[in-house]
């Protein structure tokens, strides 16, 4: 292929990305299903990989979410939310923890913090001297969207926290979801005012979070599970070495957390991790898309630190995509 072919390609890629993004994440109203989405983007990150005269800051692979909506005001991130990297098979599991070693400089199994990748979306919730005073959206990463009042409605966000040496500050992050009884309900109750059925837990959950009337946010079954730290000033927290230690205290402190959540070493035992949420994953009461592993050890996780969309001390493994009938915008998509 020529340059001019081989430019042209990448463009056009990136276009339709661009548009997927727009109705995935700024309209709540996906066109395509995911597995569709990973292998286009899978297709960019390897053209670009092959033609690195090709890359651009700009291109949806070196980018995060979408804009924040300007009918909500807008809250600039103080410490970024950025994304993940993925995985889709054993042997990019096996890769991530080669790569970790390597930048390490060590060949020890070392700690990996497991959690089922929630599907839903991430939110933002501050505390300030164990209060509630301002959650938003991710965004693109550094400019969310305020959903303040909609989080207050969420059953099990507390408005206060609990305990003794509260944190000045704490941001907690986590996922917004809605557990799949919840989301049948609801497009039970749709269907019968005749009123637009959602895709699937995510796109409801979505749609559910950004309203404008919390009223409306407060009727629909939204749930929280808080899986990482943002802004910290003060309290006991800041003193634990690990991610699992300070989750453990985001529990502590009051904040519902995913039971699932397990602390292993090495790739052998992130893989029986998988495999065991993976025979799980029907049963649970809310929808996954795959695994979050973590390095355990904050001090590694800062030694190992970000590249532009992800951090390096992370990924996540996606499960692979299930042989059924996606019902999208009215159209059958066969995944
Ligand atoms: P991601 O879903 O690959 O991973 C990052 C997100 O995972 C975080 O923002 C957080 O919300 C979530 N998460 C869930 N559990 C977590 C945990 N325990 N710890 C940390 N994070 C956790 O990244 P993304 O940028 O949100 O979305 C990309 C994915 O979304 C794509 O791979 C695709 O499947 C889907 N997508 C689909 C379309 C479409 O048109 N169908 C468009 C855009 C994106």
Redesign the pocket.
Known sequence: MSNSAINNKIQKLREILEE??H???VLDD?????I???RV?KDLIALENQYPEFRSSDSPSQK??GKALSKFEQINHEVP?L??D?GFSEADLQAFEKRVNERLNTSIHIEFAC????????ASILYENGLLVQAAT?GDGQVGENITENVKTIANVPLKLRGENLPQRLEVRG?VFMPKQGFDKLNQQQKEIGAKVFANPRNAAAGSLRQLDSKITAARPLRFFA??VGVLEGGNISQKASHSQRLASLGELGLPL?KENQVVTGFDECLSYFEKIGRMRDDLSYDI?GV?F?VNDLQLQQRLGFVSKAPRW?M?Q?FPAQEEMTVLNDVEFQV
């Open positions: 997927y993004n109705q995935y994440y996906p066109s395509v299903p995911d569709e989405y990973d983007l995060v979410g939310m994304s993940l993925n959690e089922p990748k929630l599907d839903g979306l991430a991710r996922e899986y990482s995913c898309d979050v973590k992370a996540a996606k």
